[in-house]
């Protein structure tokens, strides 16, 4: 079993930088394929970034890609989102999630086995 706590959300302004942190427990977190999802009231979980076991392979959304950096310390078992230049369109709750290794997609929340309870992110214009 693993246990994901997000940290890290806020309020911020257009154009602001905010960094979601989430802290895994368990042995198995360097093994595991960690994502960031977001939802909004009304809509379906969507996918943001996505990094591999050692760190060496990422991918995002393409609605963020270029403001947006997904990163993990597997010493210290977290797993963070460096959110830069937001929008008031990136206003939603933020997920983590881990997955154990499969064969679906990494941008499909169904890959994904853990999900923490997510952090809120309202960004102003």
């Known amino acids: 079993q693993v246990l994901l706590v997000e940290s890290g959300g806020g309020l911020a302004q257009a154009g602001d930088s905010l960094r979601l942190s989430c802290a895994a427990s368990?042995?198995?977190?360097?093994?595991?394929?960690m994502g960031w999802f977001r939802q909004t009231p009304g809509k379906e979980r969507e996918f943001v970034s996505t990094?591999?076991?050692?760190?060496?392979?990422?991918y995002y959304a393409d609605y963020v890609k270029g403001r947006f950096t997904i990163s993990r310390d597997n010493a210290k078992n977290t797993v963070y989102l460096q959110m830069n230049s937001l929008k008031p369109e990136d206003t939603a709750v933020y997920y983590c999630?881990?997955?154990?290794?499969?064969?679906?997609?990494?941008?499909?929340?169904?890959?994904?086995?853990?999900w923490g309870q997510g952090t809120q992110v309202t960004v102003s214009s």
């Open positions: 999630a881990a997955s154990r290794p499969g064969p679906q997609s990494v941008v499909v929340a169904s890959r994904y086995n853990y």
């Open positions: 368990g042995r198995t977190f360097s093994s595991l394929r």
């Open positions: 990094i591999n076991w050692s760190g060496d392979s990422t």
